[in-house]
């Protein structure tokens, strides 16, 4: 299997584009996430639970953040809606393989993107641009 930089046929750099949270209950999503996100530039911060990300979200400067839909404790669109309550403009990723409702979830701001999994790299990097952008109002 070829490593996430490869795909993305980018090096690590030594500047962070900024720091990406990753929320998801998988350890093995999380590691992936985190050497790709790596090789995209970018600095991850990973939490396995909501409430750790909220954390984070809290302690650190976060540009965007993906949530996995599923999880225990805290679904993923309630880590949502407690990331928008902290900042309306930090941008929500919600990714999921069994979510059907995130047309309704993105019109009503709870999240701001939606990434059905399995994704592609390029779709990762394209959806994290985006909501970078508008977050930035260049959309």
Known sequence: MSSPCEVVHTNPRSLSKGKILVIDDHESTLDFMGEALTCMGYTPLLAVEGIKGLALCQEEDVQVVLVDYVMPHMTGLEVAD????????????????????????????????????????????????????QKEGRV
């Open 82 to 133: 407690k990331i928008k309550a902290l900042s309306k403009e930090l941008p929500v990723i919600l990714t999921s393989a069994s979510y059907i409702d995130a047309a309704s979830d993105i019109e009503a701001k709870r999240v701001d993107y939606f990434l059905n999994k399995p994704f592609r790299l390029a779709e990762l990097e394209s959806a994290i641009q985006t909501a970078l952008d």
